[in-house]
T-cell receptor, first 111, second 115 residues
Framework: GQSLEQPSEVTAVEGAIVQINCTYQ??????LSWYQQHDGGAPTFLSY????GLEETGRFSSFLSRSDSYGYLLLQELQMKDSASYFC????????????FGRGTQLTVWP | EAGVAQSPRYKIIEKRQSVAFWCNPI?????LYWYQQILGQGPKLLIQ????????DSQLPKDRFSAERLKGVDSTLKIQPAKLEDSAVYLC?????????????FGPGTRLLVL
C-alpha cells in the first residue's frame, strides 16, 4: 500500500517563510511532486524532485531525501495570494506520471 | 497555448442516472489522466491513457465507470449508474513527452452532485 503524510493546516503572515513537510511510504517511487490548488480551482504544478536535494523556483523551493522518504515545500516572502491547498504527490514510476496525492495542506496567509 | 478543456463544469443528477464528462487535452500531449477529487481530499487517479491506450485503470470502479480516448485526443468518462458517493470533482489532466511528463496540467474540472 501507500501513504502520504502532510499537515492538514498551516498559517503564517505575509512576508514570512513556511515549510510544508511530506513523508511518504509507497510500493514504488520515481519522484515527488508538489501542486497548488486555490479554492474552486484546478491543481497547478509547482515542482518535481527525482533526485535528493533542493530545487529552487522563484519564491518556492522543494526538497527531497529519498533515504528518509521525506520532502518539503518551502515558500518564502509569503503573499496573500499564496493562501491555497498544497498537495505532495508521489510518482510511483513504472508508468510515468502515475501520481498518488496526499490529502493536502491548507495554507492561510494573514496580512 | 490553450489549456485543458472540460465540460460540463457542473452537473446535478439523481442516483442511478448516468452521466458523461468530456475532456480535450493540451494539443500534442500524449498522456491523459482522469482524477476524482472528493471534498477535503487530494485527487485520486482513476485512469491514465497514453495516446489512445490505457496504461493504468487499477483504481477505476469498472462496474460503473468507463472511459475512452478515441484517436488519442479527446476523452470521455462515463458513470452508469451513479451513486451518492460519486459526488466529487472530476479532473482531467494531460502531460507531454517524457522530459516534460513530470508536470501534469489540469482542467477546471466537472463538479458532480448526485442526489
Amino acid at each position: 500500500g501507500q501513504s502520504l503524510e502532510q499537515p492538514s493546516e498551516v498559517t503564517a503572515v505575509e512576508g514570512a517563510i513556511v515549510q510544508i513537510n511530506c513523508t511518504y511510504q509507497t510500493s514504488g517511487f520515481y519522484g515527488l511532486s508538489w501542486y497548488q490548488q486555490h479554492d474552486g480551482g484546478a491543481p497547478t504544478f509547482l515542482s518535481y524532485n527525482a533526485l535528493d536535494g533542493l530545487e529552487e523556483t522563484g519564491r518556492f523551493s522543494s526538497f527531497l531525501s529519498r533515504s528518509d522518504s521525506y520532502g518539503y515545500l518551502l515558500l518564502q516572502e509569503l503573499q496573500m495570494k499564496d493562501s491555497a491547498s498544497y498537495f505532495c504527490a508521489v510518482d510511483r514510476g513504472s508508468t510515468l506520471g502515475r501520481l498518488y496525492f496526499g490529502r493536502g495542506t491548507q495554507l492561510t496567509v494573514w496580512p | 497555448e490553450a489549456g485543458v478543456a472540460q465540460s460540463p463544469r457542473y452537473k446535478i443528477i439523481e442516483k442511478r442516472q448516468s452521466v458523461a464528462f468530456w475532456c480535450n487535452p493540451i494539443s500534442g500531449h500524449a498522456t491523459l489522466y482522469w482524477y476524482q477529487q472528493i471534498l477535503g481530499q487530494g485527487p485520486k487517479l482513476l485512469i491514465q491513457f497514453q495516446n489512445n491506450g490505457v496504461v493504468d485503470d487499477s483504481q477505476l470502479p469498472k462496474d460503473r465507470f468507463s472511459a475512452e480516448r478515441l484517436k488519442g485526443v479527446d476523452s470521455t468518462l462515463k458513470i452508469q449508474p451513479a451513486k451518492l458517493e460519486d459526488s466529487a470533482v472530476y479532473l482531467c489532466a494531460s502531460s507531454g513527452t517524457r522530459g516534460e511528463a513530470m508536470a501534469q496540467y489540469f482542467g477546471p474540472g466537472t463538479r458532480l452532485l448526485v442526489l
